[in-house]
């Protein structure tokens, strides 16, 4: 059992960065593929980045070249640094972890077992 809490979250200006981070508590996430979700009200949960048990890493199109997912094994923690952040990135962001996971499943959200609650970033234009 894994249990993930999300941090970081909160109001940025657009063209301003944040850093959220998602630490695991439970159990190691070494054998654990990681990935940042978020949801806009009205919209359906869209993938931005994950980080498989072996460390391959893929990103959404919409946020490739802005956004930097990073895992830190020893410290059970996942990092989403988001720079040059648009209005468009507000959303709720969720962290989650899938068992080995790989390939183009790193992008379906059916395929992890675990997700945090959730962190708002709000971007002002």
């Known amino acids: 059992q894994v249990q993930l809490l999300e941090s970081g979250g909160g109001l940025a200006q657009a063209g301003g960065s944040l850093r959220l981070s998602c630490t695991a508590s439970g159990s190691t996430i070494r054998p654990y593929s990681m990935a940042w979700f978020r949801q806009a009200p009205g919209k359906e949960r869209e993938f931005l980045a994950a980080?498989?048990?072996?460390?391959?890493?893929r990103y959404a199109d919409s946020v490739k070249g802005r956004f930097t997912i990073s895992r830190d094994v020893a410290k059970t923690s996942v990092f989403l640094q988001m720079n040059s952040l648009k209005s468009e990135d507000t959303a709720v962001y969720y962290c989650a972890a899938g068992r080995e996971v790989t390939g183009p499943g790193v992008t379906m959200p059916n395929k992890y077992n675990y997700w945090g609650q959730g962190t708002q970033v709000t971007v002002s234009s």
């Open positions: 980080i498989t048990w072996n460390f391959i890493i």
